[in-house]
């Protein structure tokens, strides 16, 4: 792993547990595996919509602007904000 | 902390009486339209900086990010939008030409949503939910000679109103439609004396509706008192619809 795709890990992992603490869950570790949506992690749509919307508001990067990509996993999404 | 509410169109008609409104209820108003008008711009020079106004063309994606961002530069991020911009083509659709029809999709649906995308975008990134207000119509409900664009633009809105309401409900923000029946507007001046006429004969409270008529319903939706009304469109038609 390249250190700018650990880097928008970390981004990924900090914004991840800022959304589910606001929702009251526990924080939990994020690894480039961990399935935003249909796994352990207590995530819905509209919080992977706003994880997009923070994302793009730190990096400035919207890799969705072209059209739909598609990701589940979060090593697939920090992928992504690397290559745009 | 005054709460920040963005309304397209407050230039003129039921959107200036809504900015104007919504100022006197101790809002923060961001508004944008072509041109501010003689007006609005009177209520700039009267209101000072609780008002905010810039050039937009509702439809035109850059244009509208561009007022979005200037209003959330100005007043933070937006407790409410009132997605009241909108235009009307009277013609029968066989011979409406399609580059009005166009038109009336891009200002009245498509920039409808991409406003309402634009501000949720603002809104998920802050707690504490929010408000949605879309002026629909009565037409896109009951259809009108010569309207058959207009109204599929504005039963479109209130698709949207539906689908937004189970998408952002988890957040607290609601999402309503808000249908006048035929106002007393610029926008009914199309209307021919013999059309009015007709409609108020049709309608059980006898005249045509009033910004006046309106304003109240979007004031109390964007109260507290309305959090737990959401995915609706309300009608204010003095009955004709009933």
């Known amino acids: 792993m390249s250190e700018r795709h650990a880097e928008l890990l970390a981004l990924i992992a900090q914004e991840t547990n800022r959304i589910l603490t606001e929702k009251g869950e526990a924080a939990v570790a994020i690894t480039p595996d961990t399935a935003f949506l249909d796994g352990p992690l207590p995530f819905d749509s509209l919080d992977l919509a706003t994880l997009i919307v923070a994302l793009e508001g730190v990096t400035g990067k919207d890799p969705f602007r072209s059209g739909f990509r598609q990701f589940s996993k979060a090593g697939e999404l920090a992928a992504l904000y690397a290559d745009a | 902390m005054k709460r920040h509410v963005i309304v397209t169109g407050g230039s003129r008609g039921l959107g200036l009486a809504i900015v104007t409104a919504l100022l006197d209820a101790g809002y923060r108003v961001s508004t944008c339209s072509r041109t501010p008008g003689d007006a609005l711009t009177a209520l700039l020079e009267q209101t000072g900086e609780d008002l905010f106004w810039q050039q ?11 007022f979005i961002q200037a209003a959330v530069a100005r007043f933070g991020v937006p407790w409410g939008l009132v997605n009241n911009a909108g235009i009307a083509r009277d013609g029968i659709l066989a011979t409406l030409p399609l580059v009005e029809v166009d038109r009336l999709i891009q200002t009245n649906l498509t920039g409808s ?11 998920l990134g802050r707690a504490g939910g929010g408000r949605i207000i879309n002026i629909s119509s009565i037409i896109g409900q009951r259809g009108y000679t010569g309207l058959a664009a207009y109204a599929a633009t504005k039963a479109g809105l209130d698709g949207l109103t539906r689908a937004l309401a189970r998408e952002v409900g988890r957040r607290q923000i609601t999402v309503n439609s808000v249908a006048p029946g035929y106002l007393d507007t610029e926008m009914s001046g199309t209307l021919s004396a013999g059309q009015r006429d007709q409609i108020v004969r049709r309608t059980p409270l006898g005249r045509l509706g009033t910004a006046a008529d309106v304003v109240p319903l979007i004031l109390f939706l964007l109260g507290d008192a309305a959090g737990f009304i959401t995915g609706q469109t309300l009608t204010i038609d003095g009955g004709i619809g009933c």
């Open chain 2, 56 to 66: 937009a063309d509702i439809g035109d994606s850059d244009s509208t990010d561009r």
């Open chain 2, 113 to 123: 949503i991409q406003m309402a995308r634009g501000v949720l975008r603002q809104m």
